[in-house]
């Protein structure tokens, strides 16, 4: 069961910082099949203009983020239901970006298996100057009476 407070929608978390690291940006890159040399060689994304290895787009995801407060989601039963990305100046290795999260919303509805209830949470991130890098919303699918 999603246990919240409905008072603290809204409330960020702490914020998390993460120093992004060209090997991180290589890897996932990688795992996605990637081909762009923006994102596995160095010289090739400063010739392209950019300060380091380009993260390529969904790279956001895999920053860690700070639990959000006055939510708590059961450990089963929760599934991803659907992502959105908006995007600032681009996430390049060498960065240090800050990732927020709040709760925006909490609805019950009723599915074909039983009720659940429709978390959504968002996240924004901000680069060392204070640009934005990403904002992002996530809904989440929580079965209720799964253990």
Not at 36 to 43: H, M
Not at 76 to 86: C, N, P, R, W, Y
Not at 97 to 109: H, P, T
Request: glycine share 10%; charged share 25%; net charge negative.
């Amino acid at each position: 069961m999603v246990k919240y407070d409905p008072d603290r929608i809204g409330e960020r978390s702490e914020p998390r910082v993460h120093e992004i690291e060209k090997g991180a940006i290589r890897r996932f890159a990688e795992a996605l099949g990637e081909t762009d040399p923006v994102y596995f060689d160095l010289e090739e994304a400063e010739r392209q203009g950019y300060s380091g290895l380009l993260a390529p787009p969904t790279f956001p995801f895999t920053l860690r983020r700070n639990p959000i407060p006055g939510l708590r989601l059961p450990r089963a039963g929760v599934i991803h239901g659907e992502q959105e990305f908006t995007y600032g100046r681009p996430i390049c290795s060498g960065d240090v970006i800050s990732v927020v999260s709040w709760l925006e919303d909490v609805k019950v509805r009723e599915g074909s298996r039983g009720p659940m209830t429709l978390v959504t949470a968002a996240s924004e991130g901000s680069h060392q100057d204070g640009t934005m890098a990403f904002w992002a919303r996530s809904v989440m699918i929580v079965m209720e009476g799964v253990e």
